[in-house]
């Protein structure tokens, strides 16, 4: 089965940053599209940003576009969310998504990695 694991969450101040990872196993990375969600505590998981494999541009919610970057490293099979500008508002745990096809809605995603905790304090 897909297994996806993330890593690289923490405690950061308002306006840090943070570089996330998620590590793809167990599939055909190149199979995939690949997407970062979040989700605070007692909410609904919020897209973050995706892309495809390879020869796409990158999509961002509104929220995060101009301070959120998503890439992969093919050669890895690792997908990373770097964060600047980090919010208060930027707190949750970050889930790492893989599925058939670039999408922004978390139910098209069929494969989820157990979340890392991003804590941006004021």
């Known amino acids: 089965q897909v297994r996806l694991v993330e890593s690289g969450g923490g405690l950061v101040q308002a306006g840090g940053s943070l570089r996330l990872s998620c590590a793809f196993s167990?599939?055909?990375?190149?199979?995939?599209?690949m997407g970062w969600f979040r989700r605070a505590p007692g909410k609904e998981r919020e897209f973050v940003a995706a892309?495809?494999?390879?020869?796409?541009?990158?999509s961002y919610s509104d929220s995060v576009k101009g301070r959120f970057a998503i890439s992969r490293d093919n050669a890895k099979n690792t997908v990373y969310l770097q964060m600047n500008s980090l919010k208060p508002e930027d707190t949750a745990v970050y889930y790492c998504?893989?599925?058939?096809?670039?999408?922004?809605?978390?139910?098209?995603?069929?494969?989820w990695g157990q979340g890392t905790q991003v804590t941006v304090s004021s």
């Open positions: 998504a893989a599925g058939g096809s670039m999408a922004t809605t978390a139910p098209t995603y069929p494969h």
């Open positions: 892309r495809r494999y390879t020869g796409s541009v990158p």
């Open positions: 167990g599939g055909t990375f190149s199979n995939y599209a």
